[in-house]
């Protein structure tokens, strides 16, 4: 059901952009944390993130480059692809749907006050007129309601189990995590999902660094220090590291920023 309702949704002579579901580079649009043998869905257009369904699952998933990390890379977003288009409909677009994991619901719910006042701005009138065309259209073709996802998603993420995604050896290393342990099972290679060991490591790529660091940094630690010590990690390092993307770290903001 769920990708003969991609395909109708596909057929739509709609504006993809306007709801965050751009279609160009469907064929072979991927990151290195983008899981393997998945199906493009959309792209929102920013930070690389993009919205996949996995082999013999019918729920929907964000793969966000950027914002995540271990467990966050990969989170579902949806039952099914109506639901998800549901999900839209309410949001008016399905970008809100790849940030929920890290918001509050007074996050969530400023954002929607932010997008809802843009309408205000006459020079995205059109831009507004062609969303609002989008949605239209997707109500039409599937009969769907807008549904308010922030609770559904949070409940659906909260139960998931990362360890099932199957990724690439680019994905292992880029982020300097180990590939789950392997065991053999009547003759077959099998990934003992048990078995993954949790590296206390941060990303090697340092574009990926300074936006997991700073994630951690805004959610996890109260300094520098305390996150380097938390992880294990070398704050001599890390600092040389990001100076090398002309980023410092500041300690009234607890952010490395641009100098």
């Known amino acids: 059901m769920t990708r003969d309702d991609l ?15 751009l279609q160009s580079g469907a064929d072979d649009f991927a ?17 690389g993130v993009h919205f996949i369904l996995l082999p ?41 749907l790849s940030q929920i994991f890290w918001m509050t619901r007074k996050q969530y719910e400023e954002l929607a006050e932010e997008d809802a006042s843009a309408r205000e701005n006459e020079y995205q009138a059109k831009f507004f007129e062609q969303k609002d065309k989008a949605l239209a259209a997707i109500v039409k073709e599937f009969s769907l309601t807008a549904v308010d996802p922030f609770k ?13 995604l199957n990724f690439s050896e ?3 290393d880029v982020v300097g995590y180990e590939r789950p342990e392997e065991e053999i099972v009547q003759g077959t290679v099998a990934a003992t999902v048990t078995a993954t060991r949790e590296v206390p ?30 992880l294990d990690a070398s704050q001599t390092e890390l600092v040389e590291k990001l100076a090398g993307l002309g980023y410092a770290y500041d300690e009234e903001t607890n952010q490395f920023k641009a100098v």
């Not at 574009?207 to 630690?221: A, C, G, M, P």
């Open 152 to 164: 559904k998603v949070k409940a659906m993420q909260a139960k998931f189990d990362p360890a099932v």
């Open 7 to 21: 395909k109708r949704f596909r057929a739509l002579d709609i504006d993809f952009d306007s709801i965050g579901l």
């Open 56 to 96: 013999e699952d019918e729920r929907v998933f964000c793969v966000d480059p950027s914002m995540g990390e271990r467990g966050s890379y990969v989170l579902p977003v949806a039952g099914d692809f109506r639901e998800f288009l549901s999900f839209v409909l309410y949001c008016q677009d399905a970008n809100p």
């Open 170 to 172: 680019e994905y292992y």
């Open 201 to 230: 490591m941060l990303p090697q790529d340092p574009n990926i660094l300074l936006s997991v660091v700073n994630t951690k940094l805004r959610d996890e630690y109260s300094s520098l220090e305390a996150l380097c010590d938390g």
């Open 31 to 47: 990151y290195f944390c983008t899981p393997m043998d998945s199906e493009f869905v959309g792209r929102v257009g920013c930070d």
